[in-house]
């Protein structure tokens, strides 16, 4: 490369330029040249700072005062730069801005693409995770909250919810927290569950029920989303924006102040895919564990399915009834090993809440 070329210097301390013969001792990597008043200035390469504007190369030294070398020589800068990577003398920051206009849009694009993922996918995963975060205690203040702010859900059937209590109690459920059923009188087609045990059923789905052995698969259902806190980390994942930075920050009263806000949502929770394949297995499991036919649970899925192609029930807004779920639950009947027999106490007591 070029080792002498003809640059303007500033000295930091008067306005006035001086052109200055600049010599490069590749060897040292220092810069060396004189100055119209015999001064002489040595500069390690390593010290400079390096920005180009344009086809004119500005080199950076010092502090106080900060002393600047103007080089227009097109060959010696390209010169340079190609000696300066070579050498490993540029940064990547530098390297960066050397690139050009399009990678620097491919580049910015890259990472508004990767916010968006983020955003979309990350985020609502760290929310998801935050329920940690968040004691059991609370799932029984949110599932109070609930009620308290949903005086619209209907009229409570109080003699159905005794003999539903009484049904649940004749199975072994798994449960990780105390069970209360409540049965409203509605045509909706629908049940979920609350985070403090709490299950809701109206009648609408009641009444489509042949047999008992729906019903257990119903209630089997509902206890896997309250054993594994799905409508807990359901919550937490749609206000996720919100409980981001609480979770980040690890202020667990921040996250539950957001949930208790949000507490009127959880009837209409849509539960992931995941949650849903999680309470189809378990409740199947428990479903078996009490000698009953699972067949019952595969039939009340296809018979919602089979609504769903008339008019989309308020259960299948939360819980999507699938073919392949279907299909799986199916699979599962035929490959499992399980022994079931007819259960006349349960029976009795479904036809008790059928009347």
Same mark, same amino acid.
């Given at each position: 490369?070029?080792?002498?070329?003809?640059?303007?210097?500033?000295?930091?301390? *008067? *306005?006035?330029?001086?052109?200055?013969? !600049?010599?490069?001792?590749?060897?040292?990597?220092?810069?060396? +040249?004189? %100055?119209? $008043?015999?001064?002489?200035?040595?500069?390690?390469?390593?010290?400079?700072?390096?920005?180009?504007?344009?086809?004119?190369?500005?080199? @950076? $030294?010092?502090?106080?005062?900060? @002393?600047?070398?103007?080089?227009?020589?097109?060959?010696?800068?390209?010169? !340079?730069?190609? +000696?300066?990577?070579?050498? /490993?003398?540029?940064?990547?920051? @530098?390297?960066? =801005?050397?690139?050009?206009?399009?990678? $620097?849009?491919? +580049?910015? =694009?890259?990472?508004?693409?990767?916010?968006?993922?983020?955003?979309?996918?990350?985020?609502?995963?760290?929310?998801?995770?935050?329920?940690?975060?968040?004691?059991?205690?609370?799932?029984? %203040?949110? /599932?109070?909250?609930?009620?308290? @702010?949903?005086?619209?859900? /209907?009229?409570?059937?109080?003699?159905?919810t005794k003999v539903l209590n009484l049904f649940a109690k004749e199975l072994k459920l798994k449960n990780k927290k105390k069970l209360k059923f409540t049965v409203i009188d509605s045509d909706i087609m629908n049940a979920f569950a609350l985070p403090d045990g709490s299950i809701v059923v109206y009648t609408g789905i009641i009444d489509s029920m042949k047999d008992y052995e729906e019903l257990v698969g119903l209630i089997g259902h509902e206890v896997a989303h309250v054993n594994h806190r799905h409508s807990m980390?359901?919550?937490?994942?749609?206000?996720? /924006?919100? !409980?981001?930075?609480?979770?980040?920050?690890?202020?667990?009263?921040?996250?539950?102040?957001?949930?208790?806000?949000?507490?009127?949502?959880?009837?209409?929770?849509?539960?992931?895919?995941?949650?849903?394949?999680?309470?189809?297995?378990?409740?199947?499991?428990?479903?078996? *564990?009490?000698?009953?036919?699972?067949?019952?649970?595969? %039939?009340?899925?296809?018979? =919602?399915?089979?609504?769903?192609?008339?008019?989309?029930?308020? +259960?299948?807004?939360?819980?999507?009834? %699938?073919?392949?779920?279907?299909?799986?639950?199916?699979?599962?009947?035929?490959?499992?090993?399980?022994?079931?027999?007819?259960?006349?106490?349960?029976?009795?007591?479904?036809?008790?809440?059928?009347?």
């Open positions: 490369m070029k080792e002498k070329v003809i640059g303007v210097f500033y000295d930091g301390v *008067s *306005s006035v330029p001086q052109e200055v013969a !600049l010599n490069f001792e590749a060897e040292k990597c220092v810069f060396i +040249f004189e %100055t119209t $008043h015999n001064k002489t200035y040595s500069w390690e390469l390593a010290s400079i700072i390096f920005n180009e504007k344009g086809s004119v190369l500005q080199l @950076q $030294h010092g502090n106080d005062p900060i @002393q600047i070398l103007k080089i227009e020589d097109v060959q010696f800068i390209d010169d !340079l730069t190609v +000696f300066r990577n070579k050498n /490993g003398h540029i940064g990547w920051y @530098q390297k960066l =801005l050397n690139l050009g206009i399009k990678i $620097h849009l491919g +580049f910015a =694009l890259f990472i508004f693409g990767f916010i968006g993922l983020c955003y979309v996918y990350f985020i609502p995963w760290v929310a998801e995770k935050s329920v940690v975060l968040i004691p059991d205690v609370y799932d029984d %203040t949110l /599932g109070n909250t609930f009620f308290e @702010q949903n005086t619209f859900l /209907g009229t409570v059937d109080a003699k159905k980390k359901m919550l937490c994942r749609n206000l996720s /924006g919100y !409980l981001f930075i609480s979770t980040i920050l690890g202020d667990a009263n921040g996250v539950m102040a957001v949930l208790g806000e949000n507490a009127n949502t959880l009837q209409s929770l849509s539960f992931s895919r995941e949650f849903e394949y999680e309470a189809d297995i378990e409740g199947f499991k428990i479903v078996t *564990s009490n000698g009953v036919n699972p067949k019952g649970m595969s %039939t009340l899925f296809k018979r =919602l399915q089979k609504e769903n192609n008339i008019v989309i029930p308020e +259960f299948l807004s939360s819980h999507p009834v %699938t073919a392949d779920r279907i299909r799986y639950i199916d699979k599962m009947i035929k490959t499992e090993s399980f022994q079931s027999k007819e259960n006349s106490k349960l029976q009795r007591l479904f036809q008790q809440i059928k009347e």
